[in-house]
């Protein structure tokens, strides 16, 4: 796959729906990612809120293939799995490290809910808006 072309889809998936683009670097060799989405597949709640306000574009590495072209254009991974935020207009807002999301050795719901939310077209929305009305006042 071209994860350059994956991307470009997304972006125009988002802007027809007014979500924003959560990019997610792993592969199936990497058990956290495994993990992550066995925790998004028994928490439909989360699962739901992730795909309401967000198209995902998972973008695998491997020893055999790393994607080496299209990582260079993102901010260095630490970890995986590893996420990104990038609005409809492809302006990066976020680079996440996942470990942020858990609470002891599993992923945490409530914390995944407030991170969603957090970084969803909505909430930047209102906070753009609000960095407007005090810059101008």
């Not at 470009?8 to 979500?19: G, M, V, Y």
């Not at 302006?91 to 914390?111: F, H, P, R, V, W």
């Amino acid at each position: 796959r071209d994860p350059f072309k994956d991307a470009t889809a997304a972006i125009d998936l988002a802007k027809e729906t007014n979500r924003q683009v959560l990019i997610e670097i792993g592969g199936n060799w990497c058990s956290w990612c495994q993990k992550m989405d066995s925790f998004l597949t028994k928490n439909p709640d989360v699962y739901e809120a992730l795909h309401s306000q967000y198209v995902l574009l998972k973008i695998s590495v491997s020893d055999s293939n790393e994607n080496n072209d299209f990582m260079k254009s993102l901010p260095p991974v630490l970890g995986y799995p590893h996420m990104y935020i990038s609005t409809a207009q492809g302006k990066m807002i976020l680079s996440k490290d996942t470990a942020e999301l858990l609470d002891g050795n599993d992923y945490s719901k409530s914390q995944w809910l407030n991170f969603l939310t957090e970084w969803s077209v909505s909430t930047i929305s209102t906070q753009t808006k609000l960095a407007t009305m005090i810059s101008v006042e």
